[in-house]
C-alpha cells in the first residue's frame, strides 16, 4: 500500500484511465504499438516535461532509475531509446490532443468558485515572453542579429488561472500585432503592460464593450474632461477622464477614456492606468455601465 505518492505519480493521477482508454479506442493508438503502450508513451513524455529532459536517452534513463516506481505510474517498464523514437513518429498525437482539452475541461471546472475575490466580468491578463535559444542549435529561431529566441505570447484566463490563447513567434512580432487578432468576449476585462497601447486598438475595443486596463504612455497628450471623486481610505489619488488632444491619436480612439492614478506603496512610486470609461455612448442615448 502506498502511502505518500510521489509528486509525478499524483500528476499522473489526474488523468483518468477509462477516459484515456476510450480515446486510445477512438484514434487507434495501438495500431503498430509493438508492445509499447499509449498510456506508457504518454507518462514517458509527460516525464519528459516535469523532468525538462533534453533527449531520449535521458527520458529512458530517468524511468529505468525509478524503475521499482514505475508500476505505481501504471508501468512495467521503462522504454528504450528506440521505442521511444518510434513511438513518437508513429503514434497519432490526436489521442493526447483530446486528452489535452478534456483535462483542460476538468481543471477549469475544478477551479470555478475557489476564488476569495472574484469579478462579475471575465478577467484577463495579456502578455509576452522571450525564451531565449541558442541560435546554433535553433538556426530558425533569429531574433536578433546575435540572439535566437522565440516570443510566447499568452492570455490568461483568471477563472480557472489556465491559458485561454497561446501564440508562438520566431520573429520578434510586436505585442500588439497579435493583440489585434485576439477574439475576446464583450464585458470582459482585458489587463496587460505599456507594450500594449495602441489607441486603434482601445476605440475598436471600446466599440466592441470591451474593458481594458494598462499604463499610460508618458507623451500622451490629452485633456482632462471630468474629475471625478476618489474612495477615501484607499491608494487612489486621481480619478479623471480624458480624451485626447494630439490629432493622430484622436482620430483613432476619439472616445473619451479614463486615467486614473494609483500609489504603490510597495515600490514608492505612483502609477498612471489607463481604462475604457464606464460610460459610453449607445445610439446617442448615454447609458451606464
Not at 546554433?136 to 540572439?147: C, I, S
Not at 471623486?229 to 477614456?257: A, G, M
Request: aromatic share 10%; with cysteine.
Amino acid at each position: 500500500m502506498v502511502r505518500h505518492a510521489s509528486l509525478f505519480s499524483q500528476i499522473v493521477g489526474v488523468v483518468d484511465r477509462n477516459q484515456f482508454a476510450r480515446l486510445v479506442s477512438e484514434h487507434y493508438s495501438e495500431r503498430n504499438a509493438k508492445g509499447f503502450k499509449s498510456w506508457d508513451h504518454f507518462v514517458s513524455m509527460l516525464f519528459c516535461q516535469v523532468a525538462q529532459a533534453k533527449s531520449l536517452r535521458e527520458i529512458s534513463g530517468g524511468l529505468a532509475s525509478a524503475n521499482g516506481k514505475l508500476r505505481h505510474l501504471g508501468m512495467t517498464q521503462p522504454p528504450s531509446k528506440s521505442t521511444l523514437s518510434y513511438a513518437n513518429q508513429q503514434r497519432p498525437c490526436e489521442t493526447y490532443q483530446s486528452l489535452f482539452y478534456q483535462t483542460l475541461t476538468r481543471c477549469q471546472h475544478l477551479a470555478l468558485g475557489k476564488h476569495k475575490f472574484r469579478f462579475k466580468n471575465k478577467l484577463l491578463s495579456l502578455d509576452s515572453s522571450t525564451i531565449s535559444l541558442c541560435l546554433g542549435l535553433f538556426p530558425w529561431a533569429k531574433f536578433r542579429r546575435t540572439k535566437g529566441a522565440v516570443k510566447l505570447h499568452l492570455l490568461l484566463d483568471h477563472d480557472g488561472y489556465l491559458p485561454s490563447f497561446v501564440h508562438i513567434t520566431t520573429d520578434g512580432t510586436h505585442d500588439v500585432t497579435v493583440a489585434r487578432d485576439l477574439n475576446i468576449a464583450p464585458e470582459s476585462i482585458v489587463a496587460m503592460d505599456r507594450a500594449y497601447n495602441d489607441y486603434r486598438l482601445f476605440s475598436r475595443w471600446t466599440q466592441e464593450r470591451i474593458y481594458f486596463v494598462t499604463r499610460t504612455k508618458s507623451n500622451a497628450a490629452y485633456r482632462v474632461v471630468e474629475t471625478r471623486e476618489v474612495p477615501q481610505n484607499r491608494n487612489i489619488i486621481s480619478n479623471e477622464l480624458i480624451e485626447f488632444t494630439d490629432k493622430k491619436s484622436y482620430e483613432k480612439c476619439p472616445h473619451r477614456l479614463r486615467k486614473i492614478v494609483v500609489f504603490d506603496k510597495g515600490n514608492d512610486r505612483y502609477i498612471e492606468l489607463l481604462t475604457k470609461s464606464y460610460d459610453i455612448w449607445c445610439n446617442n442615448n448615454r447609458r451606464h455601465l
